[in-house]
């Protein structure tokens, strides 16, 4: 069983609507990911929040807004996708944002634009 | 910057049988972290195995074990008696201890045990 919880699993959005995606974790962990990861390759980060601060964000398109409403949860807020935005979303957690902190990954919420 | 590189897009094993993936990095850093994920079919991101540079010694956990050439700048996973569950895609990742918690992924190394 994951530590980090994604919800929904599965997500089919046409490129007017407007959805989240939520990740939760109660391992007391401070820092938080979003990746995004296409077919046969590798997560790619987008956003880093640490201690529910926005620390990293990786020139990621406006139309994808993170959320950190409080050190339990991490929203994903989508509005007005592209065909290429379709992937599986990934949420991670670590301890912490400094030194060796393994991160802890949820199952993902694999995304479909239509 | 750093970069990883692995080499095998895909392998595939006999069960039982023991596997090697192989994993080259690229840093000019001298503290850093190496990370071997699995994401099997179910997608999620399993931490495998850990090792730090500062260590000589050889990571292991369990079947999983890997070989840390730290001049050569290679971090391989062995994986003894594959098991079909051993089927998944691996990730070998770089973490430089001094730029925050930041992974940098190989391009994965698909792995089909085969019964």
């Known amino acids: 069983d994951t530590e980090v919880t994604q919800t929904p699993k599965h997500l089919v959005m046409g490129m007017t609507n407007k959805k989240s995606l939520k990740c939760e974790q109660h391992?007391?962990?401070?820092?938080m990911y979003w990746y995004k990861q296409k077919a046969k390759k590798p997560p790619e980060l987008m956003f880093v929040y640490s201690y529910e601060k926005l620390s990293i964000n990786e020139s990621v398109p406006s139309r994808f807004s993170p959320e950190c409403p409080n050190s339990s949860l991490l929203n994903l807020h989508l509005h007005a996708l592209q065909p290429e935005d379709s992937a599986l979303y990934l949420c991670?957690?670590?301890?912490?944002?400094?030194?060796?902190?393994?991160?802890?990954f949820g199952d993902g919420t694999r995304l479909s634009i239509l | 910057a750093q970069t990883v590189t692995q080499s095998q897009p895909e392998m595939s094993v006999q069960e039982a049988e023991t596997v090697t993936l192989s994993c080259t990095y690229d840093?000019?850093?001298?503290?850093?972290?190496l990370f071997w994920y699995k994401q099997p079919p179910s997608r999620q991101m399993i931490l495998v195995i850990r090792q730090e540079a500062y260590k000589q010694q050889n990571a292991t956990e369990n079947r999983f074990s890997v070989n840390f050439q730290k001049a050569a700048k290679s971090f391989s996973l062995k994986i003894s008696d594959s098991q079909l569950g051993d089927t998944a895609m691996y990730f070998c990742?770089?973490?430089?201890?001094?730029?925050?918690?930041?992974?940098?992924f190989g391009g994965g190394t698909r792995l089909m045990v085969k019964p």
């Open positions: 991670a957690s670590s301890q912490g944002w400094l030194g060796n902190q393994p991160q802890h």
């Open positions: 391992m007391g962990h401070r820092a």
């Open positions: 840093t000019s850093e001298s503290n850093y972290y």
């Open positions: 990742a770089f973490m430089n201890y001094n730029a925050g918690n930041m992974l940098t």
